[in-house]
């Protein structure tokens, strides 16, 4: 067996993690925590440890208040007779925590035993930092095979690293090797945690929170209650490209005054969204002090399809990030670790271990520590051919068959749970007592068998056990392959069964561990469940990759059930996460390529009026809005409003009426759609009188469609009043995604309908600006669209189709209609203006065609009124010819009651009727459609109508 190497301070001797501690060969005893205390200082020799780092080390989980650290400070003092008034070893770092020193010499944790040679690799990583610090940002691959030393190599670096340089931050992150997806940006998140643990971490919160507040708002608990629930709230909805790019930007203003090495391992085992901000870390030209280490499996080894291998040959392709390909020891440098590894051993023995391994550090020390423990100091290379079996399995299989029965069947539970596992896991599936299982479990890390300790482990429930990792993934593996399919399949299921129980409350946060110990349990059912979980976390880290691959697992696990109604409800919730997935992507573009709306529908009436159909209402009814589906989304709407009242849900019901009135609105229905608007409010505000309130969504979709319809109707200063009530509660909500799309409509739209075109200019460069800011790609094309309409309308027709050609293209070649025809509208006047009036009557006729082909009927008489403007234009003398799209567009505004399109198509053709000699007959059409006005009467419309009244009169 391996010698556990000595920490030294002063005369004592700390062996290894669980001690024991000596001062001159005579043991010093102590409490296994205080132990745990002392070797976390000792590891970082002469470095600020903070409070939370040991609490972290020797506590990890627990709730533990301060004082407990402190007495363990104490007890340690007394043990090594260290005045805490003039300590010479454990000194205070005031405000960050504890340090351990030692007074004749700095002193670090040695190499690990297995680490030897490597000086080109060193040189090569450092090299590497320097231009790293010199500010031209780093990524490297750190590349070979399973048990190659790739993580030796940068721990002996990160070891060196610190002693020489303890100003530079260094930061780690694992991939964990799981049958299902690895949770989304998981190693990014622990880095996180990691540099906000450290003693620079109050510094690191403030730049998140400056730069980054989406994932601040993933790191809860180093927030207070009422922080983490604002940055819920002002972060809901980020675009995920967005929350890249807001770390990237954070890192680099992070590193402007520092160096950071920020490790991510085991990157063949990573999720999409950690590979994507590697890229994104990779391909960015700003300055950084910043060099990310990527250890994982060479090239060849990783499958085809992960993104790690295109990941890494992309980058390196494009001199985007370097490779350090780690290839078995030379004979120089495996015979040192053969020698440091096996005293005494012959030379015939060291060339035999060498020709037998090819010099891959792990079977290496496989080999050795086995001739080791049998004693097999003596005979050159004899008997080598049955110690080095062809494969790494085999070699462990050997090494398996020295340890007990009881050993092994724990060690084969432990591997069901996963590399890293809880004593309390193990001891529920294998069914021994956690005390014993922890005593066993011990004893193998204390002999360096398989395992190491690793802290504590304290389940929701209050279950507290010691922790364990195998040394190597491989070994898990190796055992899961020992286990017969259906024992494997039981095993999985008691696991998971107690996990659910332990975690009762909060088990959403292992939901991926629960699906896949469910599915390996074969019970798809609660497999198909938890995966409804993890994709919903996904959907909430707006990590699109991970959504759909956990819908496609949840989906598949379905097949094989009967379809029963806990079936219909699990993949009910599934697919209405893939349609908000999708929405996610793309916005609010109809899209043929959404299979689940459908079967959606089907699955709402097979589950009746369960939780799950609520939230797949909303869902089905965006769909059917925005695909233009406007019959159909009122039925959800109704729907929505119909449970609210059944249940009593003011807020579900004023939902329900919001999404009625919108569509409503889109059919050309103002009246109805004004009344399910106000019907909404009063709602609202019957339910604000009794003390509670519906939420902000609902009432800004209340206010928004009440104020479109209210100036359709002919009341356009309660438009603008119900305008800017709803983008005050959007600046109160202070979600800057629904505060860009709410100002869209509730005070763009409205200064374009009111004709208030300079203060739309200025509106709708700002609404840009923030849209651009936060990444909300619809809001940005509507603003284009708005600035486009300010500009021509303020007298620039060049700068207005410069504008809203290509955003009007965009979004025609999108499918997006909505908001197209009155931007075609002024793009034709835009062409009239410059004389090109063939094409401005043939871009017209394309919006009365979309609004036609589409059903989109709201702007239906405004676009027949250009038209026949644009007709005249074209053909001045055309007089009669051109009148029948005005009177069309007349008659289509009365039968809808909507005064103000009305309004604008009498004075349209009342101006020609007084060209044409018709005064009479023309004022008899104007004059009383003004005066069924009762406001605005100093409003462009009303006063273009008045003068060419006078005029007429004359």
Known sequence: MSVTPAICFGPYRLIGQNGPLLRDDQEIRLQRKALGVLWTLACRMGEPVTRSDLMDAVWPGAIV????????????????EDDPRNPQYILTAHRIGFRLVNPGAAATPPPASNFVGREAELEFLRETLARAAQGQRQLLFVSGEAGIGKTALVDDFLARLRNDSPTIQIWRGRCLEMTGETEAYQPVLDALEGGVSSPQGDQLLDQLRASAPSWLRQLPR?????????????????????QRRELAEALEAYTASRT???????????????????????????????????????????????????????????????????????????????????????????????LRSGGHPLFLVHLTDYLRDLDAGAGGGAGLDGILPPQLRE?????????????????????????????????????VAVEAVEEALESLARRGLFIVENGLAIWPDGTASGRFQFRHALYGQTLRLRLGASREARLHRRLAERLEQAYSGRDAEIANELAHHYEAGGV???????????????LDRLAPHEVREQVARGLGLLESLAPDAERHRIELRLRVIASLRLQMEQGYVPSAGDD????????????????????????????????????????????MRDIGRATRSANMECIGLGWAAHSLHCLGQHEKADHYAAEGLRLASVDEGAGHSVSADALMSLLGARAITRWILGYPLQALEAGERAVTVAEQLRNPYRYVMVICISRGMLLEFVGDYPRLLTTATEILELSRRCGHLESQRWARVLLGVAQYRTGDPEAALRTLQPV???????????????????????????????RALATANEALQLIRRHGHRPWEPEVLRALGELQLKARPRAIAAVIAPIQEALALARARKALSMELRAATSLARLLGRQGKAGEALALLTPVLERFTEGGDLPDQCEARALIATLQR
């Open 596 to 639: 689940h709306r459908d079967r959606i529908d089907s699955l709402i009436e097979l589950v009746g009026d369960d939780p799950a159909s609520i939230a797949a209402i909303g869902a089905q009814w965006a769909s059917r809005h925005f695909n233009m589906e406007f019959e159909r989304a009122i039925n959800f709407s109704e729907r």
């Open 808 to 838: 009007l293209d965009e979004m025609r070649q999108r499918g997006l209609v909505l908001q197209v025809p009155l931007g075609l509208v002024n793009t034709a006047r835009a062409w009239s203006d410059l004389g090109e009036h063939e």
């Open 222 to 242: 180093f927030l207070a209650p009422d922080e983490l629930e604002h940055l819920r709230r002002i972060t809901s909805g980020t675009p995920p490209e967005r």
């Open 65 to 80: 208040v301060d004082d407990v650290l402190s007495f363990q400070i104490k007890a340690l003092r007394q043990a090594i």
């Open 260 to 354: 950071l090495v920020l490790v991510v391992e085991d990157l063949h085992w990573s999720d999409a969204s950690t590979v994507t901000v590697l890229d994104l870390l990779a391909q960015r030209e700003a300055a950084a002090r910043l060099l990310v280490i990527c250890t994982c499996r060479s090239v060849e080894t990783i499958l085809g399809q992960h993104p790690a291998r295109a990941l890494q040959l992309g980058l390196t392709a494009r001199g985007r990030a370097q490779t350090l390909f780690l290839a078995p020891l030379p004979p120089d440098e495996g015979g040192r670790l053969i020698e440091r590894r096996l005293a005494g051993v012959s030379a015939g023995q060291r060339e035999a271990l060498l």
């Open 524 to 538: 798809a059912a609660k497999a198909a469940e938890w995966c409804v979980q993890t994709a919903q976390n996904a």
């Open 395 to 431: 070699l462990i299989e050997l090494q398996l068959s020295q340890l007990t029965p009881s050993e092994q069947l724990l060690l084969e539970v432990a591997a069901v749970t996963g590399r890293e596992f809880a004593a309390a896991a193990v001891s529920v599936v294998s069914g």
